[in-house]
């Protein structure tokens, strides 16, 4: 199997979404309660980190490519 790139914006994305439903989860076992207007903004925010994340590992490999230091580019 072909090695795959780390990806941290997925991560990030993975873990605001696991969050939001282990919330979720929580609140329907009645162990934890929270107001549901809340989660919204705060998957909202999650996205966004992940977004910049992302953005971010983009310009980095472009750069050691550019640079010539083993990196692949996109």
Do not use: K, N, Q
């Amino acid at each position: 199997m072909r090695r795959h790139d780390f990806d941290p914006g997925r991560l990030v994305l993975g873990l605001v979404l696991l969050g939001g439903c282990l919330a979720y989860l929580a609140a329907a076992r009645g162990w934890w309660h929270f107001p549901a207007y809340l989660l919204l903004p705060v998957l909202a925010g999650g996205l966004c980190v992940a977004g910049v994340a992302s953005s971010l590992t983009l310009v980095v490999r472009r750069r050691r490519a550019d640079r010539g230091e083993g990196g692949r580019a996109l």
